[in-house]
């Protein structure tokens, strides 16, 4: 018997990153209507980070209050922001939302020193421990988690630092992620997100694609958009930029 009464457990979940770029209410609210109908059963009730780091004018958004009523009365739900310019610190930290940091943040968050450091020491530490990261990333061999039954409607099984690989098929219904690449020796109906951590080079191979979604480093692409003459055929999907590209795995 556990004499507790809570545990703290980390856990992974999907979240849609609501990134704007203009604030316009009435023509943001036409676009995401639009995009939710293309995929309802992804968006409704999906928790949303909303991300402001290239919003063009943030005085335009200084009533935060009206953008979080639009997200929930398209049945979105937000659970925080990121990128949030100086300007709307405080508009922010009245929502009671959580603020997190960017991964470009977060990799260039320094130590406080006791004394002043000039810019050109900062450069060069900063510099000096982005190489070191790239080069200790690529040297360290990438782990596989491989799953051998059928991933079930409703189930999500992650791959922590790892590559996915399922012997079977993914369920309508069903979540696949990993850090690294994911493997689907079977069909993928269900939602594949690859490098969930950022990793721009990983790739989703599949033998059978009749996904909901597929999705590399963020960039996501929905069933609607796949090319239609690739359905149920095996593909592999990458990201070149910023667009997710689908293409057969192989060429005749």
Known sequence: ???????????????????????????????????????????VNS?????????????????????????RELDLQPLGFSGVPGVLLAA??????????????????LPKQETATS???VIERVVETVVETVIEERLVQRQS??????????QQIYAEGADLIVLAQVSEGAEVLADGHI????TLRGRALAGVKGDESARIFCQQMEAELVSVA????????????????????????EKVVVEALVSN
């Not at 980070?49 to 979080?68: G, H, M, V």
């Not at 922010?92 to 968050?109: C, D, F, H, Q, W």
């Not at 239609?228 to 990458?238: R, W």
Request: proline content about 8%; aromatic content about 4%.
């Open 119 to 121: 810019v050109e020491t």
């Open 218 to 241: 963020g960039n996501f692409v929905l069933q609607d958009s796949l090319p239609p003459e690739l359905l149920k055929k095996p593909v592999q999907v990458s990201l070149k930029g």
């Open 183 to 186: 493997h689907v020796y079977g």
């Open 145 to 154: 988690k491989v799953i051998t039954r059928p991933v079930r409607s409703g």
């Open 47 to 71: 928790p949303v980070l909303i991300n402001l780091d290239r919003l063009e004018n943030p005085e335009s958004l200084k009533k935060i209050a009206d953008l979080l009523t639009i997200c």
């Open 92 to 109: 922010v930290n009245k929502t009671g939302l959580a603020i997190l940091p960017t991964p470009s943040e977060r990799a260039l968050k």
């Open 1 to 43: 018997m556990i004499d507790v009464n809570f545990q703290l457990k980390g856990s992974a979940i999907t979240v849609v990153v609501l990134a704007i770029i203009r604030y316009e209410p009435k023509s943001l609210v036409d676009e995401l209507k639009e995009k939710i109908t293309q995929a309802p059963q992804f968006f």
